[in-house]
C-alpha cells in the first residue's frame, strides 16, 4: 500500500548509539524526543532495547500513555495544560513547567491520588518560548513551589533554537547552570537534572563549549536524521536515511512546462510564477499536502524534481533521470524534519518497518 513511510530501525538504532557515545563522554544523560514520529510505539520500544536511553520525552500526555509497558522514565516535555492534570499524574513521571497556577493543581491531584509528581523548572534563557524569564520572578516562583507537599523540583532545563532561533553558547547555558547551583545552595533543593537544550546544544560538545556543570540533553532530530540542528552538519557514524517515503506514479506523460490560459489563483490561493523549460516528462504521484509538507522530501534519485503539489497530487519532472519510469513505479524520498512529522501523522501514509 502506497505511500508508505519506510522506517528503518537498524539505521535509527546506529544513529542512537552514535549520539550516545557522544553524550556519555561528557557524562550527559540521554532524553530521547519521540515527539516527531507521533511516539510510534514499535519505534520507541525497539530503541528502547538498546539500553542508551536514560528518559523518554514528548510533548503530549497522549503519546506517553503508549510507553506503559516501557520502563524508562516518561517527561512531558510541553507546560502541562491545567485540564490535563489529571493524567499527567497516572502516565507521567515528571513534567516541564513555568506557571504556579498549574503547578498547584498538579500538586493538588497528586495529593488526592497519594502520589508525588516530579517537575523541571523551564527557564528562558532568550528563545522567547516557554520558561520563566526574569529571575527575580523565578526565585520568587521557586519559594512558592517548595511548599507544595506534593511536588518535587528535580531539575532545571531551557529550549532553544526553536522560536527564536538562538543558538545555545556557553554564555546562555552557564546562566542555566549558575540558577541551579543557587537553587541548591541558597534553596537547598536537590537538582538532580541541568537539561541544557535540544539537537542544537550537540555541536557544544564538539567545541567544548558545553558548560560541565549541565548533565542532560534532549535529543529528537538527531537521532532520526544524524545531525546537529545549530549548524545542520552530520554526526559521525549516522544514516540520514533512516525514514524514507515510497510513491507510487499514477501518470506519467510528456507535456510542456508553462500552463496554457488566463491564469487565475493555484489551489491554495497563491499565483505561480512559472519559468519556460519547454517539453519535460512529468510524472504525477498519488501524495499530496494533506500526506506529507512537500518541501521538506528530497527525491533519492537526485535528478528527479518536484515542481509542484496540491492536496492529493504532487508534480515530479523526471525528464534528466536515467530511469525510464512507467505509471505503477515508486518513486523514493529522505524526509527533512517536518517530512518525518507529517507523513507520521497522515492517516493515509503507511508504516513499514524494516528490522
Ligand atoms: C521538541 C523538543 C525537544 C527536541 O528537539 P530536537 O530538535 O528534535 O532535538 C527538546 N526539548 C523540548 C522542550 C522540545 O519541545
Known amino acids: 500500500m502506497y505511500p508508505k513511510l519506510e522506517i528503518n530501525i537498524p539505521k535509527l538504532k546506529e544513529n542512537l548509539k552514535a549520539i550516545s557515545t557522544l553524550l556519555k563522554k561528557e557524562n550527559l544523560s540521554l532524553t530521547m524526543v519521540t515527539k516527531a514520529y507521533c511516539a510510534d510505539e ?12 536514560d528518559y523518554l520525552a514528548d510533548s503530549r500526555v497522549e503519546n506517553l500513555k503508549n510507553f506503559q509497558k516501557i520502563n524508562i522514565p516518561k517527561i512531558l516535555l510541553r507546560i502541562p495544560m491545567i485540564s490535563e492534570v489529571s493524567d499527567l499524574i497516572d502516565y507521567v513521571d ?41 529571575e527575580k520572578d523565578l526565585f520568587e516562583n521557586i519559594e512558592k513551589i517548595k511548599k507544595l507537599e506534593n511536588i518535587n523540583i528535580i531539575g532545571l532545563a531551557t529550549n532553544l533554537t526553536c522560536y ?25 533543593l536537590n537538582i538532580q537534572m541541568i537539561s541544557g537544550g535540544n539537537s542544537s546544544s550537540l555541536f557544544l560538545i564538539n567545541q567544548g563549549k558545553l558548560p560541565k556543570n549541565i548533565n ?43 500552463p496554457i490560459g ?27 499536502r494533506q500526506d506529507v509538507a512537500i518541501d521538506s522530501m528530497y527525491p533519492v534519485d537526485e535528478l528527479i524534481e518536484i515542481i509542484g503539489a496540491s492536496s492529493d497530487h504532487t508534480i515530479v519532472d523526471i525528464t534528466n533521470s536515467q ?32 528490522d
Do not use: W
Open 164 to 188: 527564536g532561533a538562538v543558538l545555545p553558547s556557553e554564555e546562555n547555558l552557564s546562566k542555566l547552570v549558575s540558577i541551579a547551583e543557587k537553587l541548591k545552595l541558597e534553596y537547598k
Open 262 to 288: 488566463e491564469q487565475g489563483m493555484d489551489a491554495f490561493g497563491n499565483k505561480p510564477v512559472f519559468v519556460d523549460k519547454g517539453f519535460m516528462q512529468r510524472a504525477i504521484l498519488g501524495i499530496g
Open 94 to 134: 515528571i513534567s516541564f513547567n513555568s506557571e504556579y497556577e498549574t503547578i498547584k493543581k498538579i500538586n493538588e491531584e497528586a495529593k488526592k491520588k497519594d502520589k508525588v509528581h516530579r517537575i523541571v523548572i523551564m527557564v528562558d534563557l532568550g528563545d522567547l518560548r516557554e520558561g520563566f524569564f526574569e
Open 323 to 354: 530511469k525510464k519510469y512507467v505509471v505503477g513505479d515508486k518513486i523514493e524520498f529522505k524526509l527533512g524534519y517536518s517530512g518525518i512529522m507529517s507523513a507520521s501523522t497522515s492517516k493515509y501514509v503507511k508504516k513499514q518497518y524494516l
Open 42 to 53: 514499535y519505534i520507541v520500544s525497539e530503541l528502547s532495547k538498546t539500553g542508551l536511553i
Open 216 to 258: 542532560n540533553l534532549r535529543i529528537g532530530e538527531a537521532i532520526l536524521l544524524g545531525r546537529e540542528t545549530a549548524y545542520g552538519s552530520k554526526i559521525d557514524g549516522t544514516y540520514d536515511d533512516a525514514f524514507k517515503l515510497i510513491c507510487e506514479i499514477v501518470e506519467n506523460k510528456k507535456k510542456v512546462s508553462v
